[in-house]
């Protein structure tokens, strides 16, 4: 199984199937509500490793991972196109699509014993623009 994340906005940011090692999506509701709310939000915890560039290969893009989770709220481009997808046996198993996502929490640790360094990237599709959220799969994933 692999992933690929793509986010699109002032620059485009690609993580691919050497990055991404684990990714939880999470609907999320309201905890102490007894009937279905109207309070739904969708969020997306996505984690890998840092990958060093050698012999020539460019470096991933957690640097601008990072970057955009420094843009402020009052910059219209804290907000981001993200697609992930969830790939098994070259089948689109999940692509979850958030138009409006925003970064909640990253971040990167490292240590001198572990070698390459990891990422935890957290982030929301806007709530009031939740219904925009998409999640499809089942087809080829050569595309």
Do not use: H
Request: with cysteine; glycine share 8%; hydrophobic share 35%.
């Amino acid at each position: 199984m692999g992933f690929r994340l793509k986010v699109e906005g002032a620059e485009t940011i690609e993580l691919g199937m050497d990055n991404i090692q684990k990714v939880i999506y999470d609907t999320d509701t309201p905890d102490d509500s007894n009937a279905r709310s109207t309070d739904v939000g969708s969020t997306l915890k996505i984690s890998g490793k840092i990958i060093t560039a050698t012999d020539g290969d460019k470096a991933d893009d957690t640097l601008k991972l990072a970057l955009w989770s420094l843009v402020p709220a009052e910059k219209a481009d804290c907000y981001r196109k993200l697609t992930l997808e969830v790939i098994a046996a070259d089948q689109v198993v999940r692509e979850i699509t958030f138009p409006n996502a925003f970064v909640v929490d990253y971040k990167e640790t490292f240590g001198d014993t572990e070698g390459v360094g990891t990422f935890e990237l957290y982030v929301k599709q806007k709530k009031d623009k939740t219904e925009l959220a998409k999640l499809n799969g089942g087809y080829d994933a050569s595309n």
